[in-house]
């Protein structure tokens, strides 16, 4: 159920990039997935699930291009879902930061901070 209210929520486009991404981990083409028995068993007879849980990391403080670009990163099979989730905590915290800047410097948005 959650990967369908996660779903539900996105743009057309990145809903594509979602749904190349499941089919690569049923054919076990992402970076640094590795198969396991039950997999390989699995996937003689249907498709290998992929759980919601490797998508967890995109709710929250991400905007539709930044999901986009960890997706693509995804297909292009320069991130595995281990270095997803790491990336997709560094923009959270990086936005973090950038927040407590302005608010404590006044400021309107993050680039008024940089011409200070």
Partial sequence: MEMV???SALPDDLYKLVTEVLDMYGK???KGQKAKKRDL???MKSTVDCSAYNF???RGDLTDTEIRGLLQDLVKKTLTFNELKIEASRI???KEVQRHFVTKTGS???E???ER
């Fill in 108 to 110: 309107k948005h993050w």
């Fill in 56 to 58: 967890k990391c995109l």
């Fill in 92 to 94: 959270k915290e990086v």
């Fill in 28 to 30: 076990l083409e992402l």
């Fill in 41 to 43: 068993r699995t996937r």
């Fill in 5 to 7: 209210f996660f779903l």
């Fill in 112 to 114: 008024e901070v940089i």
